[in-house]
């Protein structure tokens, strides 16, 4: 599939335009409506708005991840995501999204994505055109986790440099691998009496073998979803505590 001048494809432009103007398919909250369950949290309504003022985020536990989209010599489409470090504090050697916790100087959510993807892999934030930001998802700790998806038009144009700090290795894999039932295995946990399944995908990639599970692959099967407009081949059974504001 050709390029055009600005290093993407017209269906990849296309993609950018069409995304502006979607909802997510399936948002991430367990309950019949859109928002979040409250529990006791006076500050329900900012925390739940993905790109809130930077004083109401700096007061809640918050954090961004850049979903970082762009298309192969093949024209399929594929998504940036990086090994964390070994000498990490938390999660050390998992698999991620680029992204971290808000800082106080940050605008918005889309501001922490981008900044804290140029920190960890050099990835420029002009090179990214943000096109929508989902559901705050929430860990068992309370923290929001805000997906900001962003098309990378032109991939030529990025040279992955990691920050040996925080990232081991930086890979990619095909989006698509995140609806299908071929190479994912689940294990049921349970929560404050709430069961739910934990999703792995197994991916080889040309610099190692990885695994991404956990609230990584929670992110991007509702970020395949919405792209490809349509639910995963295999039910998902969410855990309730990501829709939960504590």
């Excluded at 762009?70 to 050697?93: M, P, Q, W, Y």
């Excluded at 098309?151 to 095909?174: G, M, Q, S």
């Excluded at 990885?210 to 919405?226: D, F, R």
Aim: with cysteine; net charge negative; proline share 7%.
């Amino acid at each position: 599939m050709g390029s055009n001048d600005f290093g993407g494809s017209q269906r990849l432009l296309d993609l950018v335009q069409q995304l502006r103007f979607l909802k997510p398919l399936c948002p991430p909250s367990n309950t019949n409506n859109n928002h979040p369950i409250e529990l006791n949290n006076p500050n329900a309504e900012s925390e739940t708005n993905p790109i809130a003022k930077p004083s109401e985020r700096i007061r809640t536990k918050r954090a961004a991840v850049l979903i970082c989209i762009f298309e192969d010599e093949n024209g399929n489409l594929r998504v940036i995501l990086t090994k964390r470090a070994s000498t990490l504090s938390t999660h050390s050697g998992d698999v991620s999204l680029p992204g971290g916790k808000t800082e106080e100087g940050d605008a918005n959510d889309i501001e922490t994505a981008l900044r804290e993807a140029k920190e960890e892999i050099g990835l420029d934030p002009s090179l990214v055109d943000v096109v929508t930001v989902l559901e705050p998802i929430y860990t068992k700790i309370g923290m929001a986790v805000v997906p900001v998806l962003g098309i990378l038009l032109d991939r030529r144009a990025f040279t992955p440099t990691p920050n040996a700090a925080e990232v081991e290795a930086i890979f990619d894999a095909p989006l698509d691998m995140f609806l299908k039932d071929k190479n994912r295995r689940e294990e049921e946990r349970e929560w404050m009496g709430n069961k739910y399944l934990l999703h792995f995908f197994d991916y080889e990639a040309e610099n190692g073998k990885y695994v991404i599970w956990a609230l990584t692959a929670g992110i991007l099967i509702a970020a395949a979803s919405l792209v490809y407009q349509r639910p995963p081949d295999f039910q998902e059974r969410k855990p309730q505590f990501w829709s939960i504001i504590r």
